[in-house]
């Protein structure tokens, strides 16, 4: 609200070196304003909303996030002044009352019905998901939420990324028909050693195809075991070993996909500082624990964090994993 205030501020101070004043209809909004960073309009109907607003401006409906987030609201009254930026304005999601948290979030096997605390029943995920819909969370790509630690985008206030561990056929059967229908991305984090090994398990050519329907395949180790060094492991044995785990999958990937691989999910969560020697290595851009807490945008790039969802959990329990801002006094 502070930025709005100084944004409009400068409008009506006259401060025409960083606002043009350019009178005009723009759809259900009249322009009043304009710089090389923001849009000034003012709504004309009760009930404007900020994606209508993004698709006349900003030429993209999708952008409508950039709108809320700046002026702390989705709908307008008439009469009310709304800031429209052309363009990023905090990239590190930080300001002086805390900083911006994404959390990610971990599936694992889904079924027609809840099975034990990792098989979470249709019916409950979709409530989730359809959840983060109507409340206005941002599910975005694990890739864009990478970018956002670089500072090479800004993300939505209400962000959240969805990831899937192992490679379960229920997925495409369960999960697949509910994403597409709200529109949410989704990363597959697979073991190589579980692809095409059995009736549950989706196969090369299916998670080919999810990849070309927009979903992210990435790295869950080779053969989904402890990555740590074993208790009198030797460094040859280790070193061996990490070859099988880490390099192998990539090459997998290449020959099976077509596309190399970024980001691991470390098995079970775990990880140490010899582990993460040998991951950043191999070149993964990031890599992803089980850690319970949401990110900022200055997480570790070899520790993310994610929050594994489990079928006991009431929807209640679940929006508790979507902690979206640390508050703390920054000077």
């Not at 911006?100 to 409530?127: C, D, K, M, T």
């Not at 800004?154 to 697949?176: I, N």
């Not at 994403?179 to 991305?185: N, S, Y």
Request: charged fraction near 25%; include cysteine; charge should be positive.
């Amino acid at each position: 609200m502070r930025a709005l205030t100084l944004v409009v501020a400068v409008l009506l101070l006259g401060g025409c070196a960083a606002l043009d004043f350019v009178p005009g209809a723009g759809g259900t909004s009249t322009v009043v304003g304009e710089s090389d960073d923001f849009i000034v309009v003012v709504a004309t109907h009760d009930g404007e909303t900020a994606e209508a607003l993004a698709r006349t401006h900003l030429r993209d409906p999708a952008k409508a996030w950039m709108i809320e987030d700046f002026n702390g609201a989705r709908e307008f009254k008439s009469g009310k002044r709304v800031v429209i930026p052309k363009r990023p304005w905090n990239l590190a999601g930080v300001d002086p009352t805390g900083y911006q948290l994404v959390p990610i979030l971990v599936y694992h096997n889904l079924g027609a019905q809840s099975s034990g605390r990792l098989v979470l029943g249709v019916q409950a995920f979709a409530e989730q998901m359809n959840y983060l819909k109507r409340e206005g969370y941002r599910v975005v790509s694990l890739a864009e939420f990478v970018e956002w630690l670089r500072l090479k985008r800004q993300l939505p206030r209400k962000s959240v990324v969805l990831t899937f561990d192992d490679g379960y056929q229920s997925f495409r059967e369960y999960a697949y028909p509910v994403l597409k229908k709200l529109g949410f991305p989704a990363t597959l984090f697979v073991y190589t050693d579980y692809v095409g090994a059995s009736r549950n398990a989706l196969s090369w050519e299916q998670l080919k195809g999810l990849a070309a329907e927009g979903f992210d395949v990435q790295a869950h180790s080779k053969t989904h075991g402890d990555l740590r060094r074993a208790p009198g492991e030797t460094d040859a044995q280790y070193a061996k070993r990490m070859q099988a785990e880490l390099a192998e999958p990539p090459r997998l990937f290449q020959r099976q996909l077509g596309q190399g691989v970024q980001f691991l999910a470390y098995p079970y969560g775990r990880v140490d500082d010899d582990l993460l020697t040998r991951v950043r290595e191999q070149g993964y851009a990031a890599a992803f624990t089980v850690r319970r807490e949401s990110n900022p945008s200055f997480a570790r790039p070899l520790r993310i964090s994610r929050s594994q969802i489990y079928s006991e959990m009431t929807l209640e329990q679940f929006a508790r994993n979507l902690n979206l801002f640390h508050h703390e006094t920054l000077r």
